[in-house]
Nanobody, 125 residues
Framework: QVQLVESGGGLVQAGDSLRLSCAASGGTSRMYAMGWFRQAPGKEREFVAA????????VYADSVKGRFTISRDSANTTVYLQMDSLKSEDTAVYYC??????????????????WGQGTQVTVSS
């Protein structure tokens, strides 16, 4: 059973940076990709970024492109989300997720098989 544990959330000011980490365990070698999603109060969970374990191919939501960077460690056990130039609208609970199938988009909530518990990111303006 794959387990995902996020860390690194917190309270920052607009324009600051924050780095989230997601530690994966329990069969990550069978995973195709890892992704980050976020959910603000009263809103649906939305895609932020994803990375393929094997090729390192990355995809980003338009709202974070150029500000956020997703990466993974060489052992494929930890995925990171570097968030720069944070805005108040980035405030949300951020979730790490893993998917098994080689899905082309990596952008849809329903494509992911495992989820972490989430970490709160609050950006004050």
């Amino acid at each position: 059973q794959v387990q995902l544990v996020e860390s690194g959330g917190g309270l920052v000011q607009a324009g600051d940076s924050l780095r989230l980490s997601c530690a994966a365990s329990g069969g990550t070698s069978r995973m195709y990709a890892m992704g980050w999603f976020r959910q603000a109060p009263g809103k649906e969970r939305e895609f932020v970024a994803a990375i393929s374990w094997s090729s390192g191919r990355t995809v980003y939501a338009d709202s974070v492109k150029g500000r956020f960077t997703i990466s993974r460690d060489s052992a494929n056990t930890t995925v990171y989300l570097q968030m720069d130039s944070l805005k108040s609208e980035d405030t949300a609970v951020y979730y790490c997720a893993a998917l098994r199938k080689a899905i082309a988009t990596m952008r849809r909530v329903y494509e992911y098989d495992y989820w972490g518990q989430g970490t709160q990111v609050t950006v004050s303006s």
